[in-house]
């Protein structure tokens, strides 16, 4: 065997894998194999003059590298069962949050001290939602910010290493199953271990899904979540930012009985590209750093859509959706809510005539065109609900940006270890669909690699 240990993907999954292998067990041969670029080498072009949009990078610096999807993320870990997972369900939710703080403390260790801690207990806003038929999760949400997240990830890449071996730019191609372990192909290469973790992230959805097919390992796609990115003046929200950061807000529309939920919030941030599998979508991020700061909040606005038999391919859904706004925009298409609402698109001149300033070079256009009228009519509904408890969400030159897609992993069959059907090779991390979030994932990590470390 080449090593006791490869795991495929390094972002926060893959990491916390590597790191707490190494606190029970030095000696252990470990591996990590990387699609990406090293953190310093991550660089997303876009520069908003010269490259406005995004160009299709081989490697998507935003999504692939050191830190997954993670390293450029705004870095709020939630210590919360409510939401960013389904860990839970398999581990325990005492187990869960036990795991989310102790990767907590790991981060402060490596950087994160002072980042502040929010809590929804005993917030006196939760009851102006409930009088107002909105519902706020309860969670303890970490904000590291853009800034110091990435301090804790190059702490933890300079601690771990000359611990383990870090291969990037190197993507796995397959993974053969054999009597005393795994192998993983890579190019020509062929590297053997005796226990494989595939922590392979949104970015991998795809190959996870050829991986599964290959290995008949049982999976199910049936959720999707679509959307926009709301963006709107810093101090309609700051009410609410100032003393939670982040809060999760869920609504069910009157009209079709659908779940709409703010996700990803953002105070005096900036809307950003995602590239997943070449779609242009939208997403957020926000810094610790006042210098670095916006006079905007952005905050997605996703609807839950969940499939039943015979449809079996609700991302295919998510994708369709998010192309039709990449072929009528471009990329993401940007509208003012006053427009939607008069059933006009947003021009240049009209945004350019907003009393805010878009954080995000979209194409002007109409969001109508692009999203399903159940879902689009979800989003107007929560939009007048949040006015009620945040004014000024409702007023015309709130800026949403379409498409926001939320693709789920297919949930691929594991046991309560997080190992496949086959001994040893445990699926963990968004890739398995069991986690959407750096706390679920990092959790995974930190579980399956003692797990092995007790065996
Ligand atoms: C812009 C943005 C902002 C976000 N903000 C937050 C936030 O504030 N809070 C939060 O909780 N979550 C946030 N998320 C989500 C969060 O980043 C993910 O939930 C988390 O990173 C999942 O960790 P992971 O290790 O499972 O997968 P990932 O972080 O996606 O890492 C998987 C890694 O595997 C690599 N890989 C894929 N396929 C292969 C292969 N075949 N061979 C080798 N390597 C491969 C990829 O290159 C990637 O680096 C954000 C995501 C984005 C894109």
């Known amino acids: 065997m080449d090593y006791d240990v490869i795991i495929i993907g390094a972002g926060p999954g893959g990491i916390f894998a590597a790191y707490e292998l190494m606190q029970h067990k030095k000696d252990l041969k470990v591996a990590v194999f990387e699609a990406g670029h090293a953190l310093e080498q991550r660089h997303c072009p876009i520069d908003g003059e010269k490259v406005k949009s995004c160009i299709g990078c081989k490697s998507c610096s935003i999504m692939s590298g050191f830190g997954g999807a993670g390293a450029f993320s705004d870095g709020k870990y939630n210590i919360t069962n409510d939401f960013g997972g389904t860990l839970y369900e398999y581990i325990g939710k005492k187990q869960a949050l036990d795991l989310m703080r102790y990767v907590d403390d790991i981060n402060m260790r490596f950087g994160g001290e002072g980042t502040k801690l929010y809590s929804t207990a005993g917030t006196r806003f939760k009851t102006v939602c409930i009088q107002n038929d909105l519902h706020l999760l309860d969670a303890s949400v970490r904000h590291l910010g853009t800034d110091i997240n990435y301090i804790v990830l190059k702490n933890l890449y300079s601690y771990l290493k000359d611990k383990v071996e870090f291969h990037f730019d190197t993507p796995v191609e397959t993974v053969g199953v054999y009597d005393a372990g795994y192998s993983v192909q890579c190019g020509k290469q062929y590297f053997t271990c005796k226990k494989c973790i595939i922590s392979v992230g949104r970015s991998g959805s795809k190959w996870m899904e050829k991986v599964c097919k290959e290995l008949m390992i049982p999976t199910e796609s049936t959720r999707v979540d679509i959307g926009v990115r709301v963006e709107l003046p810093s101090e309609v929200f700051s009410h609410i930012t100032d003393e939670l950061y982040e809060s999760k807000i869920v609504y069910r529309t009157e009209k079709y009985g659908d779940r709409v939920r703010t996700f990803c919030m953002n105070p005096k941030g900036a809307v950003v590209n995602e590239n997943t599998n070449g779609i242009i979508t939208v997403n957020g991020h926000?810094?610790?750093?006042?210098?670095?700061?916006?006079?905007?909040?952005?905050?997605?606005?996703?609807?839950?859509?969940?499939?039943?038999?015979?449809?079996?391919?609700?991302?295919?859904?998510?994708?369709?959706?998010?192309?039709?706004?990449?072929?009528?925009?471009?990329?993401?298409?940007?509208?003012?809510?006053?427009?939607?609402?008069?059933?006009?698109?947003?021009?240049?001149?009209?945004?350019?005539?907003?009393?805010?300033?878009?954080?995000?070079?979209?194409?002007?256009?109409?969001?109508?065109?692009v999203l399903p009228k159940r879902i689009l009519d979800g989003i107007i509904e929560m939009i007048y609900a949040l006015d009620k408890v945040a004014p000024g969400t409702a007023n015309d030159d709130t800026l949403l940006y379409g498409v926001e897609v939320k693709f789920y992993n297919m949930e691929v069959e594991v046991n309560e270890k997080l190992e496949s059907r086959y001994p040893g090779l445990y699926i963990i991390g968004d890739g398995s669909g069991i986690t959407h979030s750096l706390s679920h994932a990092s959790a995974s990590g930190v579980y399956v690699a003692r797990n092995i470390a007790d065996k």
């Open 286 to 369: 926000s810094y610790e750093d006042p210098a670095k700061q916006t006079e905007n909040t952005n905050f997605a606005l996703l609807v839950a859509k969940h499939f039943s038999e015979p449809f079996k391919d609700s991302n295919g859904y998510g994708e369709s959706i998010a192309r039709l706004s990449n072929m009528l925009g471009g990329g993401v298409i940007v509208q003012r809510f006053g427009d939607l609402i008069r059933g006009q698109r947003s021009t240049p001149k009209r945004i350019e005539e907003a009393f805010i300033t878009p954080t995000l070079n979209a194409t002007p256009g109409d969001l109508s065109l």
